[in-house]
């Protein structure tokens, strides 16, 4: 049986270059949404005995949502899983909807599953500096160590992603005060640079063997090629094991740190979020609960009623 038909196929094609075009998603946020309506359709058809054209779906009701979302449950989604694909399909039929002039009220009353957001697991500030001193010990060849810590530098000094740091060409060389990031959804920032970060860029420049490129990767693995972000991973990883520090302290913890530490020394929330590049502030604002969460933990530790 096909499980999905060509008019549902061609439609969905359509939309995720609306998404793509319009929206500015990522190349992997496009192939999570057609991945996950994709397999909605392909259940539909099996939960239907038909092949779902598009006006069969819609026509589709709240049992079937609740057949699909109770399939999804058996197959091992979890609550946030399955809320992320409830909402790719509801973003799906919104524009469908409007499309065809059909009423999408049965999939878009569906309620996503409640589950708990996790906060951001920052470091502590001496953690995140001795992290830094620690990573500096994990490679005997200087120009790779003094790589490493430049890289690092970046996600705690900058808030960068180490997409983004990874993504830096010679042409950004020496650091400039401030840089231009283009973050997820091709949206860009202006993020400033502190004289650590250059200091540690420019070491790491007059170690490289390799020659620096204007169109060529400002970081570069033993090889000479990019620098893939795995190894990053694969250093903080050795060194959090010698400082006893738990799994949650990967590069993108200094990035939560880099946000966290700016809260606690009373930045503002909204400069917070223009340096991250978050589109909305309630991604930020989770930054506020850390903080919260972490003052709570020092008062019941420190008062003298606790």
């Known amino acids: ?50 092949p779902q054209g598009l006006g069969a779906l819609a026509r589709i009701g709240v049992p079937d949502m609740r057949a699909w979302m109770a399939r999804m449950r058996a197959d091992g989604a979890g609550a946030r899983s399955l809320a992320r694909k409830l909402s790719a399909v509801k973003s799906f039929y919104r524009w469908l909807a409007e499309r065809e002039g059909f009423e999408p009220t049965a999939v878009l009353s569906t309620r996503a599953p409640k589950f708990q957001k996790k906060l951001p697991r920052p470091l502590a500030e001496d953690a995140a500096r001795t992290m830094i001193d620690t990573i500096e010990l994990q490679s005997q060849t200087p120009w790779v160590a003094a790589r490493d810590v430049a890289v690092v530098t970046l996600l705690y000094g900058c808030g960068l992603r180490i997409s983004e740091a990874l993504a830096l060409t010679g042409r950004d060389a020496p650091l400039p005060s401030t840089l231009r990031i283009r973050g997820k959804g091709g949206k860009e920032r202006l993020v400033p640079v502190i004289p650590a970060a250059r200091h540690a860029v420019d070491t790491y420049l007059r170690l490289c063997p390799w020659p620096q490129e204007a169109t060529g990767p400002l970081f570069r693995g033993v090889r000479g ?82």
């Open 225 to 306: 090629g990019a620098l893939n972000a795995r190894s990053i991973q694969a250093v903080m990883a050795r060194a959090r094991m010698q400082l006893g520090l738990p799994s949650t302290a990967t590069p993108h913890a200094m990035r939560h740190s880099f946000a966290t530490h700016l809260l606690e020394a009373g930045g503002d929330l909204r400069a917070i979020q223009e340096l991250l590049g978050h589109a909305s502030l309630s991604t930020t604002q989770a930054y506020t609960a850390v903080n919260t969460a972490h003052l709570m933990d020092v008062y019941n530790r420190t008062h003298p009623k606790a």
């Open 1 to 50: 049986m096909t499980l999905i038909s060509p008019a549902c196929r061609d439609a969905l094609q359509h939309w995720l270059e609306t998404r793509s075009a319009l929206a500015g998603q990522a190349g992997n946020t496009v192939a999570a949404y057609r991945g996950d309506v994709t397999d909605f359709i392909a259940f539909m058809t099996e939960h239907r005995g038909a």
